[in-house]
């Protein structure tokens, strides 16, 4: 994703002011209420929206509050969470985020504490699903690291639009070490590992399911192919060989 120089020069010139307050607010154990104060300067001198229009606290929904929303317009772009600066963030605080949001049809969602920054993806299904898009810690960041600089900025005021945050989410999932552990054990790779083997000795021979056993067991974590995550990226993969396989027969048809 292109980004503005005035974006990374924004992001850039307050990231050790920030990296000071928070260290500052982490030593005084300041509560949440006191995390969303900083918040709001965050959003404002980092991410470019207006702090006194754009940025709202204690937003209701549907009798409930979620501490900070981020509209510009008539366009909520996305809902905040927040925790006070030392609550380490947990799935029951991810939980709460996204009952929100999917209470208001929000796609996106921030659960932060200021320092630790997740970005979620809601995927409105029944049940509601989430993925988790991108996580930073600002404490640990610095302005020369691109990979940082394009997850912040994507949620500035200047790059937030729905097409590139699903571009950048598509992005992140067809490269994430689910996606690249799922690959590893697809038709195509086992020919080409097979192919590879043959150089290497005339006489090898090894099927699929052997070569396959021995990536998921030897060679991946196993976090790569068992749970969810895993499962959600191999059924992302089978459906992108079966498109291109469609993509080619049609061609096919038409030559």
Excluded at 144 to 169: D, H, P, V, W, Y
Excluded at 188 to 201: D, M, N, P, Q, Y
Excluded at 216 to 233: H, I, M, N, Q
């Amino acid at each position: 994703m292109a980004i503005s120089k005035k974006v990374i020069d924004r992001i850039s010139s307050n990231l050790k002011k920030y990296q000071v307050i928070l260290t500052d607010a982490k030593n005084r154990d300041i509560s949440e209420s006191d995390t969303v104060v900083i918040l709001g300067d965050m959003l404002s001198d980092m991410l470019g929206y207006k702090k006194y229009t754009e940025i709202t606290t204690e937003f209701a929904i549907r009798g409930t509050y979620v501490d900070l929303a981020v509209k510009v317009g008539e366009d909520i772009r996305f809902l905040i969470e927040a925790k006070a600066i030392n609550i380490d963030l947990k799935d029951n605080h991810v939980k709460q985020a996204i009952d929100y949001g999917a209470n208001h049809g929000i796609e996106w969602i921030v659960l932060t504490n200021g320092a630790v920054w997740q970005v979620y993806k809601i995927h409105f299904k029944k049940p509601i699903e989430k993925s988790l898009i991108f996580e930073i810690n600002l404490l640990q960041e610095n302005a020369k690291n691109k990979t940082f600089l394009e997850c912040f900025s994507i949620l500035s005021r200047e790059g937030f639009t729905q097409s590139s945050m699903t571009a950048f989410f598509q992005t992140q999932q067809a490269t994430s070490k689910y996606s690249i552990g799922a690959l590893l054990t697809s038709d195509a790779v086992l020919t080409a590992l097979k192919r590879e083997l043959k150089k290497i000795s005339n006489t090898i021979k090894v099927d699929d399911g052997y070569l396959k056993n021995l990536i998921t067991t030897e060679v991946l974590k196993r976090e790569l192919t068992e749970g969810d995550e895993a499962l959600a990226a191999a059924e992302l993969i089978k459906k992108a060989i079966k498109a291109q396989a469609r993509r080619k027969a049609k061609a096919t048809i038409i030559t």
